[in-house]
Antibody, heavy 113, light 110 residues
Framework: EVQLVESGGDLVQPGGSLKLSCVGS????MSWVRQPPGKGLEWVAK????????AYVDSVKGRFTIFRDNAKNSVYLQMNSLRVEDTAVYYC??????????WGQGTLVTVSS | QSALTQPPSASGSPGQSVTISCTGS?????????VSWYQQHPGKAPKLLIY???ERPSGVPDRFSGSQSGNTASLTVSGLRAEDEADYYC??????????FGGGTKLTVL
């Protein structure tokens, strides 16, 4: 069974940066999904197993970057120019044909002054 | 990337069946057989219940079933149990290799 563990969530000021990590990515497409407090799920980004293809939701394009280090069995989300509306629990999940089969426990990102 | 449309709430009594709808468009649900459903209990990560419209991962009870008609997918929970009380989300493939989720449905077992 795949086990995913996220880390890196923190309190950061608007305009700041943060890097999230997810260990356990294996040889899978990987996605980041976020959930603002009390709200629904929003897919954020995904990356191919070899890192050669990536996709992002429109609201984070140009600000967030997904990348991976397969030697460390990890995928990352570099978040720049953070906004209050980026506040959420961020989950990593492995993806197979547009289904997210395994999820981590999530890490909380709070953007506030 | 518009979200899929789900009713905000649904309810049923133990033993009954309840169906949750998920409406998209001809650009997503209506074209691609990639609808998935997730169950999320409070404070927990989502769990995959249904994929590719009707398929169940190993370990998911057959009380959970999926279907699709045109641009609308549906999740039916039969023989409702107290532990089925949770939030349910649909998702599907969207353009440019993206994923899109529904707004979620809170299922209450009366």
């Amino acid at each position: 069974e795949v086990q995913l563990v996220e880390s890196g969530g923190d309190l950061v000021q608007p305009g700041g940066s943060l890097k999230l990590s997810c260990v356990g990515s294996g040889n899978h497409w990987m996605s980041w999904v976020r959930q603002p407090p009390g709200k629904g799920l929003e897919w954020v980004a995904k990356i191919k197993p070899d890192g050669s293809a990536k996709a992002y939701v429109d609201s984070v394009k140009g600000r967030f970057t997904i990348f991976r280090d397969n030697a460390k069995n990890s995928v990352y989300l570099q978040m720049n120019s953070l906004r209050v509306e980026d506040t959420a629990v961020y989950y990593c999940a492995n993806e197979d044909h547009y289904r997210l089969g395994y999820w981590g426990q999530g890490t909380l990102v709070t953007v506030s002054s | 990337q518009s979200a899929l449309t789900q009713p905000p709430s649904a309810s049923g009594s133990p033993g009954q069946s309840v169906t949750i709808s998920c409406t998209g468009s001809s650009s997503d649900i209506g074209t691609y057989n990639y609808v998935s459903w997730y169950q999320q209990h409070p404070g927990k990560a989502p769990k995959l219940l249904i994929y590719e419209v009707t398929e169940r991962p190993s370990g998911v009870p057959d009380r959970f079933s999926g279907s699709q008609s045109g641009n609308t997918a549906s999740l039916t929970v039969s023989g409702l149990r107290a532990e089925d009380e949770a939030d349910y989300y649909c998702s599907t493939y969207a353009r440019d290799n993206n994923l899109v989720f529904g707004g979620g449905t809170k299922l209450t077992v009366l």
